[in-house]
């Protein structure tokens, strides 16, 4: 019975690695670079530490690298958290289904949604509760370690890895692409690249990504009589 | 700042992050012991957003590209379309982000 356990929990580890494998590449290389900055700054190992084990978010720990510098501002830290995480309010009405009924894993899986792990765990639709928090888990261990390892030994790197930050970029174009080979209603995605683009080059690359938000709800609002069917009644079968 | 300030202000990261990330669970969860159901429009936007966020994630990727000095975004523009290529030619995740990551850092690389 153990050792039946311990083999099922042996091959969701082998099946979350897999999946979390994009991220793993994706992170050490922010996370390493998240960490050489924080070393040059002169930040003592526990500052940059500390936000990735409670942060947790790439955006606001590189945010909060310049914050720790300059004048106390609880105010300004309080809002500019709100403008980079409030992406995160659309990964947790896409995820509201997937993580009903998660038990104790619900709070972890919570805190451990980043964009990448949305991103791989909605992706994985046949992943199981077991495999959706090991992947959250690992991405966490990733983020981690790659910070660790870039503040300790960052100064060390020789060869050029220069651009592999790109694979980010790639992970989210190749998920998106799975999405809309997969769904029929494809209406959704073009109201989000569109949005998104219009109010970067409106807005600017600082605060876009709020009215961007506010375009695609009004968006989806106002063709929901339009889009709603495609998921409600055929899909119910 | 003092270093009693310095964790206040990690502190607020924390909260205000973590906030973001339950906000919704926390609003509509349809607890067992709160009989709700997710409100239709919510149950809704679960199902079309997803795509509408990919496709916003993908843009967020470019918010630093210089359109109009350097390498002009070029790298990025043919990198995303090499996964794009690869992944309506094979789709198979690893080889579309290896193809689009390497077609990234040879161009610029090579274009400067």
Known sequence: MLNASQSTFKKSLKIAFKLSLPVLMGYWFLGITYGVLAESMGYSYWYPLSMAVFIFSGSAEFLGLGMLAANFNPLAAASMALVVGARHLFYGVSMLDRYKGMGWRKPFLIFWLTDETFAVNYNAREATATEMLLVSFLDYFYWISGGFMGYMFGSLLKFDIHGLEFVVTAMFTAIFMDQFLKEKELRPAWIGIGCTAVSLFVVGPQYFVIPAMIGILLMLTVFRKKLEPSYFEEVRK | ?112
């Not at chain 2, 310095?6 to 992050?17: E, G, H, K, P, S």
């Not at chain 2, 926390?26 to 239709?40: L, M, V």
């Not at chain 2, 990025?76 to 689009?100: K, N, T």
């Open chain 2, 1 to 112: 700042m003092t270093s009693q300030q310095q964790i206040i202000t990690i502190v607020i990261l924390a909260v205000v992050t973590f906030m973001t990330r339950a906000l919704p669970f926390i609003i509509f969860s349809a607890g067992k012991s709160r009989k709700k159901e997710t409100p239709k429009y919510i149950q809704y936007l679960g199902k079309a957003l997803p795509l509408a966020v990919f496709g916003m994630l993908v843009v967020y990727c470019l918010k630093d590209v210089q359109w109009l000095e350097g390498s002009r975004g070029i790298p990025e523009i043919l990198g995303i379309a090499a996964v794009v290529l690869m992944h309506l030619w094979r789709r198979q995740l690893f080889l579309s982000m290896a193809v689009g990551t390497a077609v990234y850092m040879i161009l610029i690389r090579v274009l400067v």
